[in-house]
């Protein structure tokens, strides 16, 4: 019988802390091997906070970072030491917690430890950090109204990940490709979107 924490209460547990700030290193380490689902969840706060314009561009690359690191297998995220001391607002966790709260609440209806081998094989953590690093590049694109969209598809593979269930992990596989073909359908506007971010970065 699982007795770990879902998802819910492991956000619940952290947003009602008396602690301003979590390192999010200290966060990682005491979630051990469902540190990757945790990591990608707080990776895509940005995009579902009222930030100014460039959310994205903030989560896009931490989930390609995760993405880089399941594809490689590794077990745990690793982060250089800055950002392993960059904290955590507590205020901003529990403010993520009651955005998501009916859509995750829907999610892990259906969630529950189920189908290890899709979660754990070691050819599916390729798929999906494969599928992460994608995702990621086009979250940080400036493509508009597409924060949502992907951020929440990346919260499923979150949920999938710290709920260990590869059922789940399978929906959030549909959708990432489903998401992909509809990019496809409008490359023009994706690659329009993608010279723009890099003249934005290399100054030209």
């Not at 005491?30 to 969840?41: D, N, T, V, Y």
């Not at 906070?49 to 995760?66: E, K, N, T």
């Not at 829907?106 to 999906?128: G, N, Q």
């Amino acid at each position: 019988m699982n007795t770990e924490p879902g998802t819910r209460a492991l956000l619940d547990h952290l947003a009602c802390s008396s602690r301003a700030t979590w390192p999010l290193g200290e966060l990682l380490d005491h979630f051990r091997e469902r540190a990757f689902g945790l990591f990608l969840l707080l990776s895509v706060l940005p995009a579902f906070l009222p930030l100014p314009a460039g959310a994205g561009a903030v989560s896009g690359p931490l989930v390609m970072w995760a993405g880089l690191q399941m594809l490689f297998l590794a077990e745990h995220p690793w982060l250089p030491s800055w950002l392993q001391r960059r904290p955590v607002a507590t205020a901003s966790i529990d403010r993520f917690r009651k955005r998501l709260a009916r859509p995750l609440a829907w999610i892990e209806r259906f969630s529950k430890p189920r189908w290890p081998a899709l979660v754990d094989h070691r050819a599916t953590r390729v798929c999906t950090g494969l599928l992460l690093i994608v995702l990621g590049l086009l979250l940080a694109l400036p493509l508009p109204l597409t924060n949502y969209p992907f951020g929440m598809i990346l919260v499923v593979f979150a949920v999938a990940l710290i709920e260990r269930d590869g059922r789940t992990l399978a929906v959030a596989w549909a959708l990432g490709a489903l998401q992909l073909l509809l990019v496809a359908l409008l490359f023009d506007q994706v690659l329009a979107a993608a010279s723009g971010l890099l003249k934005l970065v290399t100054g030209n």
